[in-house]
């Protein structure tokens, strides 16, 4: 599985175009239970770019529709792990890390 950058583009202009949408869930993760020293490069970069690429790229295209007509909702799933990492899934609860730090960080953005 793979997040192509086209995919990302199509589907954001997608949510552009259409003011019905006014609710974002960023629900996707992706993961391996493994010793991190044992997983591929190609499995590593792909949970990079499930967990945090596709949901900060999708987070980017709707954020200023939403701003522009005064509503909307963007609701971003971490996971436990993001607090609490365990071995021989270090890599999925970083990245779920980052999901719950960027979600924290974009209210006080726009917070006016």
């Given at each position: ?7 990302l ?6 949510l ?64 436990g ?32």
């Open positions: 599985m793979s997040v192509k950058a086209a995919d583009a199509r589907l954001g202009a997608h552009l175009s259409d003011p019905a949408i006014t609710a974002l869930i960023n629900n996707a993760g992706r993961g391996n239970f493994s010793p991190f020293a044992k997983l591929s490069s190609q499995t590593i970069d792909e949970t990079i770019a499930v967990n945090i690429t596709a949901l900060t790229r999708l987070t980017h295209a709707v954020l200023p529709c939403f701003l522009a007509g005064g509503t909307g909702c963007i609701l971003n799933i971490a996971s792990l993001a607090l609490y990492p365990r071995p021989e899934f270090g890599h999925y609860g970083a990245s779920k890390a980052c999901v719950m730090s960027f979600s924290q960080a974009i209210p006080g953005e726009v917070a006016d």
